[in-house]
């Protein structure tokens, strides 16, 4: 079967053969996002799947890295996410790596037993949307993980050996709510010291309901000064031991990478120019202020 879009990944799986085992996204209540408002959730048929790693197989027999699609492949229990991970095998020889976003209520409902069989069967990185460590903000959001419950999972996977790409939404919070995001977000960061982690900058998505909050004049947007502002204060309360950063979505302002905690001063100072003025930011995000 063809791949059933829209297609959300990560920037880094760019080169990853795209398997999708599920449709949609389980926990699709978030009120900025827009992904997959038009598409049920559902798991796809085991022998739809198997049919597509056969296919792309024949074609790209030196596959060695696999997405597992879409929103959360993990709301899969083992019975069916293992057999998938042992076609893949399979069928791939060369494989070295696989991955899948991953709400955090699906991880913490595997024990410490499955999170380990996945890992056994090459299942090595989680993409994580925290998105805010405040749970008030999260509450008005209509996110269904809770931040503890994400801290947890985070944790827990690393137990496992299988590594986290956190991601954090700048501005989630809006005018109004900036300050405890930040804060909160500090918080739940240093817990949960993941292996990557991501800045994205909101954009609000037409007919989302946030953007009818917005529309209505009951969420303020951050501007671009106050977005960068969010970065500099977030990373400057930041105390991670060996985390690789990187905030060069599109939708971000600055595009900046670095190696915590190696990196941080030199991220902070590029942050600080950007926000006097020293460095131009991105021209396609300027002209859509």
Do not use: W
Not at 70 to 88: H, M, Q, R, T, Y
Not at 89 to 116: E, M
Not at 187 to 198: D, G, I
Request: with cysteine.
């Amino acid at each position: 079967m063809p791949i059933i879009e829209p297609v959300i990944r990560p920037p880094s799986e760019a080169d990853s053969f795209l398997l999708q085992v599920t449709l949609g996204c389980s926990s699709d209540n978030c009120n900025f996002c827009g992904a997959y408002k038009n598409k049920p959730f559902r798991a796809k048929d085991p022998k739809e799947i198997k049919e597509d790693i056969n296919r792309f197989a024949a074609r790209h027999p030196d596959t060695r890295r696999v997405f597992l699609m879409d929103g959360d492949a993990l709301v899969l229990s083992n019975n069916k996410l293992v057999p998938i991970l042992e076609a893949l095998q399979q069928a791939f020889p060369g494989l070295s790596r696989v991955s899948s976003y991953a709400n955090g209520c699906n991880i913490t409902q595997k024990n410490d037993h499955d999170l380990r069989e996945l890992r056994e069967h090459q299942l090595s990185l989680i993409y994580m949307g925290l998105e805010s460590g405040s749970q008030m903000i999260l509450d008005r959001c209509g996110k269904k993980s809770r931040v503890d419950e994400m801290v947890d999972a985070i944790q827990r996977l690393d137990r496992a050996q299988i590594k986290s790409s956190v991601i954090v939404l700048l501005g989630l919070g809006g005018k109004k709510y900036s300050r405890e995001h930040v804060k909160e977000t500090i918080k739940a960061l240093n817990r949960m010291q993941p292996r990557y982690l991501s800045f994205l900058s909101l954009m609000i998505i037409p007919e989302t309901a946030l953007a009818k909050e917005a529309e209505r004049g009951d969420f303020r947007e951050l501007n671009s000064m106050e977005l960068l502002q969010e970065a500099y204060e977030i990373i400057q309360g930041l105390d991670l031991k060996k985390t690789i950063f990187r905030s060069n979505h599109a939708s971000n302002h600055l595009a900046l990478e670095g190696v915590f905690p190696k990196d941080k001063v030199n991220l902070l100072n590029a942050l600080r120019a950007a926000i006097e003025g020293e460095i131009v930011l991105r021209p396609e995000i300027m002209r859509g202020l």
